[in-house]
């Protein structure tokens, strides 16, 4: 009769042992998909702290610097502001929190990574910096779904692309306050009321917006490209040739042709050099809703022998041309090109020749250019 118990103690045990086992399974397994073990960041803040929480009151456990990586093991949204727990890679793995914008997580970076894929074989076609801290997005549109991370005033970028769109009021334009957005709207509308001229075709800057497809150097920014929205760029024209840009018409492409790769920047220690300059005036010139990219296309030489710059080639009438442009050869033997349409409705492609002869830079444009030229400046 003692002995009776034993087999229903031995049931109980196993019955008991199993349920653990599996609560313990299903906590660990639970546990790891909340926290995403698999997933890391890369500090982006020139500094940043991981903290104990992210209460206002929390202390600092460790200052993390830009391109550090970190595992992320959970997140939290707290007074409206993303925070994620993070481990850091030290010696002694540190655990805390840190404020989501200081940082950019593994899938954020990779849809950056997969744009800059998609454009490697597009050369810049201008240079720019911020003239506010503005976030950089994965598409040329305001959305907060879109955000890739902010970039601070004064970061500068290679423009490779750039997209018109209708103009609209913007929610959204980063750092402004509420307050300062509608002064600067209304300020803007006063602007344009008051550049409006009876008679006078229709301004870009009334009708559009413009957004740039940006390249990043790494000391910038870890997500290597991403839109930007125009109102808060400035093209950054290298200072040899800006002064050659004119009030009815301006820069919006050049590259330079005597260096061996395509360059937006000046040469080193800002050695004046030759350079192919895409210009446009301001006036819309839609073609079923598409407007055209530049509208002329100047070449700059420098005489180093003068020491001043010279037109080694203008066209004399208008185009209607499309970005990209390439440059192409090595040395003084040089060709460029770009798409322009044709009066019959077709894109062409049109390459131009540039060569040395002595001392002076020549050009050759194609033999049809004159087709492609569509009035007088």
Known sequence: MRNRPIPTLLLLAVFIFSTGCTLLDSTLNSFSQAVGLSDTAVVIAKTAQIRTSYAVVAADLLEVKRGERLDVLDQMEFEKVLWYRVRARDEEGTEGWIEAQNVITSDVLEKSQKLAEQFKEQPPQAAGKLRAASNLRISAE?????????LANGSTFEIVDWNFVPKEEVADVDDASRGEKRAAKSSADEEIKAAKVEGEPEKIEEKYDIWYLVKLDPSVSPAPMGWLFGRQVELNIPSEIVFFQQNNRKFVSWQRLDSEAASVTAGRAGTPGNWVILTRTNAVKAIDGVEPDFDGI??????????????????????????????DGSGDNKTFSMQLRHPEGRMDEKRFVVYRDRNRIRVTPPEDIAQYQTKGR
């Open 142 to 150: 305001m959305s907060e779904a879109n955000v890739l991370l902010k």
């Open 298 to 327: 100047m070449v700059l030489a420098f005489d180093k022998y003068d020491q001043s710059f010279y037109t080694a080639w203008r066209s004399s009438g208008e185009v209607w041309g499309m970005l990209p442009m390439r440059v």
